[in-house]
């Protein structure tokens, strides 16, 4: 009896395209006939030979498409048995490449170039190695293996599967060819964070207020979902949503759905845990970075930071109260998370007291870049969340043990910015060095009164007994440059009121407008006084 030949065991360039569409990734070359074998891709290293398994795949990091390099790279991985190359086109054509890949029997891979190769090969890497071990049975799936329980949801259900967190991460999907998906679905996967959609409040916590799974229609052109949320007793810990394509799911896909969050329940405590302790960990040791100290380089080590910089810290304060309201703050520190993350990547933050920092390093830490990434996260806390942000940015420093007083700086910008109620809520300390060198100035006066101009203890004192304005008076005259004008027009009274309170503060007081000196130690004086 002729036994037929098992299918070689992999995936095909054309399966792998289609588990990651939308992903970025096309075909340039003809698809050879070879399967890829189901394992890490490799990555490209110009000083080392590529080596991997055979007819896997190869990332060309840092392959320039036209140049003669590179096509010499492609052949000699279809050389050393590679089954796939995969390059960034820089908006240029790759029909040269297409044509040496050809030649060679190797297929010619192209991502788009805005996205990242850590992240392609993570898109990679899960495709391959859950592709599989899908055989339909849920119970079996070791805890710890979402991807794998992603893919078993699917299979058993019928519907592409995505596994999120609280925070509305993605922290696991379904790779199974041929089941539909729509764009929020590609969207969520290839930033691993679910679309913000006007519909998302309403929909979770429907999801969440069900004691069971919910079919939830969708917004077109969105396709509809089944959805259950994932419990530990009471204790919400996530969410399984299932796409209903054509609203033909398995007869028993509630039930299914219901049981695999059971399962789901296991592996996100265990991970829930273990990213726990290290986030703890981590935390700890950028509060002692922050905080200064002579272990500044040990504990950069541990973090695995650069000790060269330049560093920067930007300081987010919301403005509620933290203690009470533990469910916002998580959120709040979630989106700060991730907006750091994708404006760095490693970038770490903390929560201390009142405030979320976070420390930058290097092109991350230009203050310009960090300025703007922080509007942008305010803007998204105001909008998705409802909560408004202040934000500060600290100058940048070059040195590890110096990152101290860039959290200095940016504790003092917060401090101007919450007396200020009409500023803008993000601030560099870049645009504030006048206004932080005050109110430097003014702890200094505190601790060494005897600095402070006696005139302007006198103008002080008089109009805290008597609820006069004399010190608004003689302040705004002095930021007007003297100008009589402008200061009556910014106190809103005539000139001539103006004049007469002038003169009256020469009797009082002894002022003496005409003497330079006198002026300037009462100006500072009178200015330091709105910083206490």
């Not at 959609?197 to 052109?221: C, D, I, K, M, W």
């Amino acid at each position: 009896m002729n036994v037929s030949p098992a299918e070689p065991r992999g995936l095909a360039v054309t399966e792998l395209l289609q588990i990651l569409d939308g992903a970025g990734l096309r075909l340039a070359s003809g698809p050879p006939q070879l399967r890829l074998p189901l394992t890490s891709p490799t990555l490209y290293d110009p000083w080392l030979p590529p080596t991997g398994p055979r007819s896997g795949i190869l990332l060309g990091i840092g392959l320039h498409p036209a140049a003669p390099e590179s096509a010499e790279v492609i052949r000699d991985a279809a050389r050393r048995g590679f089954g796939a190359v995969v390059v960034k086109s820089l908006s240029l054509s790759v029909e040269t490449l297409a044509a040496v890949a050809d030649a060679a029997g190797i297929a010619l891979l192209v991502v788009v170039d805005e996205i990242e190769w850590r992240q392609l090969d993570a898109l990679i890497n899960s495709a391959l190695t859950t592709v599989a071990e899908t055989d339909g049975s849920l119970s079996t799936q070791p805890v710890g293996d979402l991807f794998a329980l992603a893919n078993a949801i699917a299979a058993t259900i019928g519907g592409a599967t995505a596994i999120e967190d609280l925070q509305e991460r993605i922290l696991a999907y379904s790779t199974l060819p041929g089941q539909m998906i729509d764009d929020d679905r590609r969207e969520g996967i290839l930033g691993r964070q679910v679309p913000f959609l006007p519909e998302n409040a309403e929909q979770y916590a429907s999801v969440f207020r069900a004691t069971g799974a919910l079919h939830l229609p969708g917004v077109p052109p969105a396709l509809d979902r089944l959805a259950v949320a994932v419990r530990a007793g009471t204790q919400a810990l996530g969410s399984i949503w299932v796409v209903d394509a054509t609203g033909e799911l398995e007869p028993d896909a509630e039930r299914a759905l219901e049981r695999a969050a059971d399962i789901a329940s296991l592996h996100l405590l265990r991970a829930r845990s273990a990213a726990d302790l290290a986030r703890q960990q981590r935390a700890e040791l950028l509060r002692r970075l922050l905080g200064g100290g002579d272990d500044a380089t040990l504990v950069a080590g541990q973090l695995s930071l650069d000790s060269t910089g330049p560093f920067v810290v930007v300081a987010f304060q919301p403005e509620f109260t933290l203690a009470g309201d533990a469910v916002r703050l998580n959120r709040l520190v979630d989106l700060i998370a991730i907006h750091c993350e994708a404006h760095q990547h490693g970038a770490e933050c903390v929560v201390i007291g009142t405030t979320v920092y976070a420390l930058f390093t290097g092109s991350g830490g230009e203050p310009r870049r960090a300025e703007a990434m922080a509007q942008r996260l305010v803007a998204r806390a105001a909008t998705g969340l409802r909560v408004s942000v202040r934000a500060s940015v600290g100058l940048p420093v070059t040195s590890i043990g110096q990152v101290g007083r860039s959290r200095h700086e940016a504790d003092l910008v917060l401090l101007l910015l919450a007396n200020r109620p009409t500023a803008r809520p993000v601030l560099s300390a870049l645009d504030a060095r006048s206004s932080l060198a005050l109110l430097e100035l003014a702890q200094v006066f505190r601790d060494s009164p005897r600095l402070q101009s006696q005139q302007a203890r006198d103008v002080l004192e008089f109009d805290q007994r008597r609820g006069t304005d004399y010190a608004k008076t003689l302040r705004t005259y002095l930021d007007c440059a003297r100008d009589s004008a402008t200061t009556a027009a910014r106190l809103s009274v005539h000139q001539n009121t103006l004049r007469y309170r002038l003169r009256r503060a020469h009797e009082l007081f002894g002022v003496d407008l005409a003497n330079p000196e006198d002026t300037l130690t009462l100006w500072l004086g009178l200015r330091v006084a709105e910083f206490d």
